[in-house]
């Protein structure tokens, strides 16, 4: 099984709880491959080496090139300040990956994987670019019509990716990647993922839920997913394979709630980070009940009865 997963030194620590939580979780041989910048310190790759090396795993860091994201649209007020530039090394992984890697699953490091991953990664392909799940704000962007695509088809979040590499090489992806980078590059806001769709909204493949549950599903009043995956997001949030932390708050922030809040620190405290303090660990007692107060009211799926359990792990 080939994971493909993106870190910095600032991201290193989540990377490290998410490999955790894989190997936790799959009994069956990993290889990762890491795709990292320069700066990625030896020591920060040694954590990820042993982490990998714990659960019979392989691994292996690829250098991106940052001249290849020099040019790419970036920065802009109306993006998301908690994305770094390194979300767009996923458009070139052909030019970066061996020819002989296949298929692989993307994941953003601010994920946890409660279950095996096998029946995620043989789910066929062949046919497609890419295997996706629907986003969480899904219905804002298709009502937006932002994009130069027929946005009626659908709006994926990139965060958990089943990717056929080799559809990738034979139809010339990188290519038309930056050919609508180039062509759009003023419409683009979610950075690749917004590439992602608009390239490929004819080559995806709808996956379960279950695969990528965003805690953005979590909130009942202000729901943003299209209304035909209601029931779904209602099954699977009882008990998601893989839970994607998307927001701009993070559960390694102390302020951070979610219902899932939970399992995350659950896997920290598994790694070898797991006496490091989070993130704000003493706030003003007042600024992280509010805060802690505000989440808690808007993801009110137990109130609904939508949410039975709060998952620990």
């Given at each position: ?17 998410l ?28 954590s ?6 714990k ?5 292996d ?148 839920v279950?695969?990528n ?13 299209i ?17 994607h ?9 102390l ?16 790694s ?41 792990k």
């Amino acid at each position: 099984m080939n994971i493909l997963l993106s870190t910095d030194n600032n991201y290193v620590m989540p990377t490290g709880v998410l490999m955790h939580s894989i190997g936790i979780n799959n009994s069956d041989n990993v290889h990762y491959y890491i795709l990292i910048n320069e700066s990625l310190t030896e020591d920060n790759k040694k954590s990820l080496k042993e982490i990998a090396y714990k659960y019979g795993n392989e691994i292996d860091f690829y250098v991106v090139d940052e001249k290849l994201t020099e040019s790419l649209p970036f920065g802009r007020d109306e993006m998301p300040k908690h994305v770094s530039i390194a979300t767009y090394y996923r458009l070139f992984i052909t030019q970066i990956l061996p020819e002989d890697v296949h298929k692989i699953i993307y994941l953003d490091s601010d994920m946890i994987v409660r279950y095996s991953l096998n029946h995620l990664w043989n789910i066929d392909v062949s046919n497609c670019a890419i295997g996706v799940v629907h986003d969480e704000d899904e219905k804002n962007h298709i009502k937006t019509q932002r994009l130069s695509y027929p946005m009626e088809k659908g709006y994926f979040n990139a965060g958990m990716l089943l990717v056929n590499l080799d559809y990738w090489r034979e139809h010339d992806c990188l290519l038309r990647f930056v050919h609508y980078i180039r062509d759009s590059y003023d419409e683009i806001i979610m950075h690749d993922q917004d590439v992602l769709n608009a390239v490929l909204h004819d080559e995806k493949k709808w996956l379960p839920v279950t695969y990528n549950f965003q805690v953005g599903f979590l909130l009942e009043e202000k729901r943003c997913y299209i209304d035909e995956i209601y029931d779904e997001v209602g099954i699977a949030m009882q008990n998601p394979s893989i839970i994607h932390y998307c927001m701009n708050g993070k559960p390694w922030q102390l302020y951070f709630y979610v219902p899932y809040v939970k399992v995350w620190r659950y896997y920290k405290g598994k790694s070898e980070w797991k006496n490091i303090p989070l993130e704000g660990e003493h706030p003003d007692n007042l600024i992280h009940y509010l805060t802690a107060f505000w989440f808690k009211h808007c993801f009110n799926v137990r109130k609904t009865g939508r949410l039975k359990v709060i998952l620990r792990k």
